[in-house]
């Protein structure tokens, strides 16, 4: 009788899980856009930057072959409503091509049931995590780094996203104490550069780049 209460609960919290995951998942497809027509010398960097306009940037990944213009991405924002904002970038020239936007049907991380997105580790991670942008094109991932470790303490991971071809670019730095990123929030303001930063708590923790198959 008691294995058997067990093995209901067991079952209770798997299928609880596997629902979690399922609205997670669904929560990741509703911020995330599909880009395809993509000019083979555009960049995830590149790609990012023109998106980061809309929203809060969580991921960009290009897929397919450098040199076929069958070429795509993902990219996922931080919430629905920049997602649904960037959609009309469709049509707008990148590169030697007009790109087009669409509606994502699956979400950039791939199908696991094992990954909770919102997991202890994850929140954990956040609250060490800040979002800068407003970044001068100029400045280097090294220079980001060293301003922040400089003021606030050290930076354990970091993901600068932008290119020479924009005005500012975007980055999300992991600090190794999260009494370091709340220091970093009064760095808002301060000059990185030649600009004012803005700096702002993290909604997700720093996605690691992930190359893709003739990714340049």
């Known amino acids: 009788m008691f294995s058997q209460r067990r093995n209901n609960n067991n079952q209770g919290r798997r299928r609880m899980g596997v629902r979690t995951f399922r609205a997670q998942r669904e929560d990741s497809i509703r911020r995330t856009v599909y880009v395809s027509d993509i000019d083979h010398n555009v960049t995830e960097e590149r790609l990012a930057a023109l998106f980061s306009a809309y929203g809060q940037v969580v991921d960009c990944r290009i897929c397919g072959d450098a040199h076929s213009r069958l070429r795509f991405a993902f ?24 790109v087009k936007v669409l509606p994502s049907k699956t979400a950039i991380l791939p199908v696991n049931p094992t990954f909770l997105p919102r997991s ?9 995590t800040i979002y800068c942008t407003n970044i001068d094109k100029r400045v280097s991932q090294t220079d980001v780094k060293n301003f922040f470790e400089t003021r606030c303490g050290e930076v354990s991971r970091l993901r600068l996203l932008g290119d020479h071809m ?8 992991e600090f190794s104490m999260a009494e370091s990123a709340i220091l970093a929030l009064d760095c808002c303001g301060e000059i990185l550069g030649s600009q004012r930063i803005r700096v702002s708590p993290s909604k997700t923790p720093v996605r690691p780049r992930v190359p893709s198959p003739g990714m340049q």
């Open 75 to 98: 990219v996922e924002f931080s919430d629905e409503y920049s997602a649904r904002a960037s959609l009309s970038l469709f049509g707008t020239l990148l590169g030697f091509s007009p």
């Open 166 to 173: 924009h005005s500012t670019r975007i980055a999300f730095v």
């Open 120 to 128: 202890e580790d994850e929140r954990e991670m956040c609250a060490r």
